[in-house]
């Protein structure tokens, strides 16, 4: 039987896995036993492998998405934050608008390496999702927002995105009656202002929420809705593979900084991350910890998104980079330091594919979100099969 440690004990106990000649029905009878054990409460789950001092929550589902006391959620906001967030009006090209870096289709990021910006600039960081975020104590990858409307009108207004102003943003929209109609209703004025587009836009993320995933269907009553893979990631995602250190709660991250040695202090690539908001040197290098939830379909990976899944897991099972300080760098005050909690995990190729199984079981369900009609602009008409297609038109 699989030991179920106290909580004072789990770190030294030996690490609860495979055999390197483990038969199919030792492992099929052992995912047998994790599943009888994770079907119980999670207060009698196995105590997660955590250093000391980390002030974890238990995986779980996730709560109604918070929302401030200045800015309450309403249908009616919610609405009209959707026509805001797909409308290239509010970006200074009027070709950008917010799901242009945060598509619904690629898991409400956009799949590439780092995103484009004004006049197709390409930004230095990976595009995250949005969905969860209002579940994020900080926003960005260093956390320089502290909320989703902070958020909203920084990328509005930095020129490297979508590079706008606000009188341009409001100019834009004010020309729009359907728009001044829509703002009178949620917001009691027409006169429309930033502060109520930024409003309206983080009161539609925050409708961008998961939990339909498999992992929560288990959680809720679904016991077979888990593989036999995924049900022994669960319990190495707890235990033997660390991941709970900082991924942990029903968003599967902890809202705090890291640095997993990805900086690429002194070299081509340097991203100084949190260090570039507090100015603290310990700050270099740390980067927000990204919550996992639909992560399979989220991909490219970390702040530069160089890396693939089956990467990522590999490097953490090495324990992830480690930088060497060069001889002028022997005094850089700068110079960053890895997570402690990084460690070599000494994980098999099985359990690295149990290990991404139980991450592929936090995939939400795909839902088709159409843009809607934005008011003011005209769409135009499909040709009819009798019509020549417009230059540079595919049929």
Not at 65 to 76: F, G, I, K, R, V
Not at 211 to 218: E, H, I, Q, Y
């Amino acid at each position: 039987m699989i030991a179920l440690v106290a909580a004072a004990s789990v770190r030294a106990q030996a690490p609860v896995g495979p055999t390197p000649a483990e038969s199919e029905d030792s492992r099929r009878a052992r995912a047998a036993e994790l599943r009888a054990i994770y079907w119980k409460s999670s207060g009698e789950w196995p105590a997660p492998w955590v250093d000391e001092g980390v002030d974890w929550r238990e995986l779980g589902r996730l709560p109604a998405a918070p929302a401030p006391a200045d800015n309450p959620t309403t249908p009616e906001k919610v609405e009209l934050g959707k026509k805001l967030f797909f409308d290239p009006r509010l970006s200074g090209s009027g070709q950008l608008s917010c799901a242009s870096c945060h598509d619904p289709d690629l898991g409400w990021a956009d799949g590439r390496t780092t995103a484009f910006g004004h006049r197709r600039e390409p930004l230095r960081r990976n595009s995250p999702t949005i969905m969860n975020l209002a579940h994020m104590p900080a926003i960005f990858w260093d956390g320089r927002a502290g909320s989703l409307e902070d958020q909203a009108r920084e990328v509005i207004l930095n020129p490297s995105e979508m590079s706008a102003t606000p009188d341009s943003v409001v100019r834009e929209l004010s020309a729009v009656p359907e728009y001044r109609d829509s703002f009178r209703a949620v917001f009691g004025s027409e006169d429309v202002d930033l502060d109520m587009i930024a409003k309206a836009v983080a009161a539609f993320e925050r409708s961008i929420v998961g939990g339909r995933s498999a992992f929560d269907k288990f959680l809720g009553g679904d016991r077979d809705a888990m593989s036999d893979e995924a049900i022994l990631g669960l319990d190495l995602f707890r235990r033997k593979a660390r991941c709970m250190n900082c991924h942990h709660g029903p968003a599967f991250s902890d809202g705090q900084f890291h640095d997993l040695g990805l900086s690429y202090y002194g070299r081509e690539l340097e991203d100084l991350g949190r260090y570039r908001v507090t100015a603290l040197p310990e700050d270099v290098g740390r980067f927000r910890t990204p919550g996992l939830r639909n992560v399979a379909a989220t991909g490219p990976y970390m702040h530069n998104g160089l890396f693939e899944l089956t990467g990522v897991l590999n490097m953490y099972n090495a324990g992830m980079a480690t930088l060497k300080r060069k001889p002028e760098q022997a005094d850089d005050p700068l110079f960053p330091t890895k997570s402690p909690h990084l460690k070599p995990l000494g994980l098999d190729k099985r359990e690295l594919a149990d290990l991404k199984a139980f991450l592929e079981s936090l995939t939400e369900p795909k839902r088709r979100v159409r843009a809607p009609a934005l008011p003011g602009l005209t769409a135009h008409p499909a040709p009819t099969p009798t019509d020549p297609a417009p230059e540079g038109r595919i049929r």
